[in-house]
Structures are given as structure tokens and as C-alpha cells.
């Protein structure tokens, strides 16, 4: 039981990647539109701030499985 408890938390770690790149996206979006000559400057910047956002997410997942893998 424990160990579900434990893998659940750690699987939680992709709902704040998720919730951190939709904000990102859209603060992106908002810089676009205010400054259309930056763009290039504000995807790159973006795309970064994505995966790093998205390694935590993996990392989540990756310790949940770990977790159930292991502990049995």
C-alpha cells in the first residue's frame, strides 16, 4: 500500500511540468504579441524553459517506477 502511495506522489511531479509550461506558453504568446521582433529571441528562450520543465516531469515519472520496480 505504501509503496502505491509513494509512486503516486512521485507520478505527480508531470501535473507541475504541466501546469508550469501552459503558463510559460502563454506568457510566451503574450511577449509575442507585444513585441513581434523578438520572437526568435522568445522561442528559443521558451523551448528551453520547456524541456527543462519537462526533465522534472521524467525525472517524476522515473522514480514512480523506480519505486514500484524496487520495493517489492
Do not use: H, W
Not at 502505491?4 to 506558453?25: P, V
Not at 509575442?32 to 517524476?60: F, H, M, N
Amino acid at each position: 500500500m505504501g509503496v502505491a502511495i509513494g509512486a503516486g506522489i512521485a507520478a505527480l511531479a508531470g501535473i507541475g511540468a504541466g501546469i508550469g509550461i501552459g503558463i510559460a506558453s502563454g506568457k510566451a504568446v503574450e511577449a509575442v504579441a507585444r513585441q513581434p521582433e523578438a520572437d526568435g529571441k522568445i522561442t528559443k528562450l521558451l523551448l528551453l524553459g520547456g524541456a527543462l520543465a519537462e526533465a522534472t516531469a521524467i525525472y517524476g515519472f522515473v522514480v514512480a517506477i523506480l519505486i514500484i520496480m524496487l520495493v517489492k
